[in-house]
Structures are given as C-alpha cells and as structure tokens.
Nanobody, 123 residues
C-alpha cells in the first residue's frame, strides 16, 4: 500500500524539542525527495526540510536551519524531523510528503502526502 504516516506531534513549551516521524511504504521511501512541510492557520504550506534517501542529501529552509534536522532510517523506511529550541511560530500542522520525480524540494506539489501531525508551541 502506498502511504505516509506521520507521528510525534504534540503540545510543548517554547524551548522544547520534538521528533516527528514519517513511516513510508517502500515505494515512496525511495522517492526523489522525502519532504516535511508545515502549514499554520491562514498561511500557505511551506517546505521546511527534505532529504534524498538514496544519496542522503538534505535541504532546509533558511528559517529553520540550525534548529531542524531531517534524517532517515532505511531499515524502517522512516524519515524523521527533529526540532529543537521550538518557538511559538513553529506552531503548525506538519506534513510528510514524497516527490517521485523531481522539481524543487520546497514546492508543495509533491505526489503523495500524509495526514499531518499537529505541533503546538506555547510561550
């Protein structure tokens, strides 16, 4: 079955950390990009990080560099997004997505999407 399942979101205080997980079917795990996006209420969906699981190359939005880390677990077909020093502005629904072919890693036009996991950061 082709699917992406996110987990790991929650409510945390500013300064805390979270690790989001995205369990992917094998077919999607080998996509060109496995990406993490977020969407806050009233805002557009934005790409925050992506990884090419074949070569291990990683990509980050400038706004999250140094606080977000994307990684992969080949044995479990899982991509992680570790977030440290959380800020209230990180509050959003976080989505995992798979882009099979190409394009820009940060554009929210990936082929497959998970259902999302909510991250809420209180000050």
């Amino acid at each position: 079955r082709v699917q992406l399942v996110e987990s790991g979101g929650g409510s945390v205080q500013a300064g805390g950390s979270l690790r989001l997980s995205c369990a992917a079917s094998e077919y999607l795990y080998n996509a060109n990009y496995m990406g993490w996006f977020r969407q806050a209420p009233g805002k557009e969906r934005e790409g925050v990080a992506a990884i090419n699981t074949d070569g291990g190359n990683t990509y980050y939005a400038d706004s999250v560099k140094g606080r977000f880390r994307i990684s992969q677990d080949d044995a479990n077909h899982t991509v992680y997004l570790e977030i440290i020093s959380l800020k209230p502005e990180d509050t959003a629904m976080y989505y995992c997505a798979a882009e099979l072919y190409g394009g820009s890693w940060y554009r929210p036009d990936y082929n497959y999407w998970g259902q999302g996991t909510q991250v809420t950061v209180s000050s």
